[in-house]
């Protein structure tokens, strides 16, 4: 059984940075898209950002120029860089893994942004 397991997180001053981090427990991490998502009460989970396994990224328009997506497949872990936090930014981000077998959310990991 394949689980995540997110770190980082926390509380940061506007224009801070801060990184999440997310590893899975396979060997077969490297086949996996991955993506992180965030969500605020109230509303819906929203993709923040995407790596394909081709190393392809894609990100929410929100976020661009200030938000980074890496992975490290040799840890099986995944990365989002935070750079230049706004209060907007504040949500519970969760790390997703999608492969054609099987796809799953870490536990999410709360990230407040306030003065």
């Known amino acids: 059984q394949v689980q995540l397991v997110q770190s980082g997180g926390g509380l940061v001053q506007p224009g801070g940075s801060l990184s999440l981090s997310c590893t899975a427990s396979?060997?077969?991490?490297?086949?996996?898209?991955i993506s992180w998502y965030r969500q605020v009460p109230g509303k819906q989970r929203e993709l923040v950002a995407y790596?394909?396994?081709?190393?392809?990224?894609e990100y929410g328009d929100s976020v661009k120029g200030r938000f980074t997506i890496s992975r490290d497949n040799a840890k099986a872990t995944m990365y989002l860089q935070m750079n230049s936090l706004l209060p907007n930014d504040t949500a519970a981000y969760f790390c997703?893994?999608?492969?054609?077998?099987?796809?799953?959310w870490g536990q999410g990991i709360q990230v407040s942004v306030s003065s």
């Open positions: 790596m394909h396994t081709s190393g392809r990224t």
């Open positions: 997703y893994i999608k492969s054609i077998h099987r796809n799953l």
């Open positions: 396979t060997n077969l991490f490297s086949i996996y898209d």
